[in-house]
């Protein structure tokens, strides 16, 4: 028996690898069937980059050298491997797309093409061009999954030569790959390409912390290795008892995760214990299990800390046995269990099920990896469903939840594997299945029992959806429970489909709402030059199809007012405020009692002073004063979703604060949502009433998902007696969320 007993524990600061010519590349790449075409696109690239130098001072060429290594670890087709040498001929050679197609084809030539229109965008200095450029860049990654590796190994390597870059583009490159090169490896399983883009991006971006993380790393180093290579020989020794065949090895944590980890449990790096996970990797699915029984006996595991991906395994095919187990002293580590197969897919992802198949094929042996037919079929739904978006923020809001949530893996009757974000409800399931399935659902079962359609779902969960053509369709308030965007916009699109009239009257109504949230009459806002400052904004031809996006969700109203008050503004620049302020307080008209608000204007003594009713502040909250015209100084909670719209306008904007000297109540309204039941209603103020807060106003309804839906109004005097209303309402039998409205 041979056992193979691995220690690699480092982390290396990447400054610039060695540079490489072809004739390094030649062993591994003469083994490839179309050698004599990667050798016409290497001799084609050198010579139309000959005498281009990098801000490296290499010569040019071992840019497109550097990135096809890169995919060659990655184990990526020959296509792959012409397109990656020849990438950079159009936007920095003499070549065009019909010089491609004649030379190489029009396949590569089409994935030259789409890598060079994404290198050629440069990038936004704002958040709306920020969309576009996105919207760009997805639309090259989604034409072709091999477009996608091309330009995450160009990414790489020039994140790894970054530091010849000036600090505001090394700040603006390793933003843009934390937020999206990284979470696109990880949803394609290339691990090996996540792991050293977060940590070169954590380089830049947080350098102080990078330093004094690799520094504390390294100053206990040979400690835990001490304590890890213990370890390996332990579990070395009791497999070999077994007669389980085993590699082991020893790895070490990247960089970013240690430092998230830290950020997300406010500890220190003596308190992350877990720096180094053991990896055994066997020949079999039952040596995983048989492997895992033995380490279970050795040391005890850590309860909530197993996860099995083999059983069920995650989109991108990654599978691996993950348990947490109690070293000596107290000390937890992590192993990792897999065979060689989940290894390889584990390592490069969707690359390594190409390179399987087509060994298989060549062998005439049957494939066990099931590979998809199309690898990006997420992003391109995504991009479909989001082309008519007009909202900067809920684009980038989308592109987030499909790209950073965590998952919930389900099943469907048949076994059928369904990948959810975290939180999703059997709404979401149905919308995954198909739109029709979601706009006709009337009820839900969850291992075989009837749920609440809102009901979040678990990893391992068996979803049955159940449908009727009588349904009327989705009801507006499943858009408060859903999490994917793809059940979000679906629903969005059926109202905007269905019900255009009624949505445009809402919109109306949410609009002049939002206007009188902010202080102001529509006579003074909704003049037609500021509308159509608006229409032109979210790219709108009349003003209908505005008011009916407001109306079935697309855009919110505030997004609208606040290009309308952008107009204002600049009709409006040459008032004296300083003179408004002094005038009000003058004004006996003007003059409140501290106790009526418990207020403070910064620096006036008599104003009018107004709790804004669109967030309603209570003590204790943050608050900002803006200055409205003629009615005095409104007061907003800083989280209220109307200051952002306010504080554009920096001369309107003045400091408040409360005043303690009396004792104050105020109105707060509350959002309570549960699963209907008799009695919840009594049960509810009955918490309410034994926090001995006066209970204002309550108004409950149920809807036909049989939810309940739960207003109340209390009277409190500061953000504590709020919490500890929240913290008792909470505690009913039923309740699943509650809020303060916003």
Known sequence: MQFCYIINICWKVVILPDTINFEELVPRLEKREQFETIKKAYLYAYNEHKGMKRLTKDDFITHPLEVTKIL?????????????????????????????????????????LSVSKINKLELPDNNESSVIYLRKILVGLAEDVRVLYIKLADRLHNM???????????IANAKETMDLYAPLANRLGIYSLKWELEDLSFRYLYPEEYRELVAGIEKKREERLEFIDKIMEEIKVALKKEDIKAEITGRAKHLYSIYRKMKRDNITLDQVYDLFALRIIVNSVKDCYAALGVVHELYSPM??????????????????????????????????????????????????????????NKTGKKSNVVVTEDKLAWLRETLEWQKDMQDPDEFLNTLKTELFEDEVYVFTPKGKIIALPKGSTPIDFAYYIHAEIGNHMTGAKINSKMMPIVTKLKNGDIVEIITSDQSKGPSRDWLKFVKSSTAKNKILAWYKKNDREENI?????????????????????????????????????????????????????????????????????????????????KDRAYKPKATKTGIVVKGIDNCLVKLSKCCNPVPGDEIVGYITKGRGVSVHRKDCVNVNNLLSEENRMIDVYWYEAEKTRYSVDIEVYGNERSGLLADIIREIEGTKS?????????NKEKISITEVTVEVENIEELNKILKQIRKVDSVYEVKRKK
């Open 505 to 585: 009257v809402k919109g109306k109504d949410l609009i002049e709402k939002e206007i009188k949230k902010i202080g102001m009459t529509h006579a003074e806002i909704a003049k037609s030059e500021y509308i159509q400052a608006a229409l032109d904004r979210y790219k709108y031809s009349e003003v209908d199809e505005m008011y009916a996006s407001v109306g079935f969700g697309a855009i919110s109203a505030g997004k609208v007012v606040a290009r309308m008050l952008e107009e204002y503004r600049k009709d409006h620049q040459t008032e004296n405020l300083e003179e408004k302020l002094e005038v009000l307080s």
């Open 160 to 170: 790894r030569t970054l530091s010849y870059l000036p600090r505001n583009r090394q």
């Open 694 to 702: 006066k209970l204002l106003a309550v108004t409950s309804r149920a």
């Open 303 to 360: 309860p909530g800390r197993f996860k099995d991906y083999i059983a069920v395994p995650k989109p991108n095919m990654y599978q691996s046995i993950h348990t947490t187990l109690i070293g000596p002293n107290g000390t937890p580590f992590e192993v990792q269990v897999r065979t060689w197969d989940m290894h390889r897919i584990a390592e490069f992802g969707i690359a390594a099920h190409w390179a399987y198949k087509e060994a298989n």
């Open 72 to 112: 060659m670890d990655l184990n990526v087709d020959d296509t792959t491997i012409i397109a990656s040498l020849l990438h950079e001929v159009i936007n920095n050679g003499n070549k065009t797309y019909e010089d491609l197609v004649n030379d190489f084809g029009e396949d590569i030539a089409k994935i030259v």
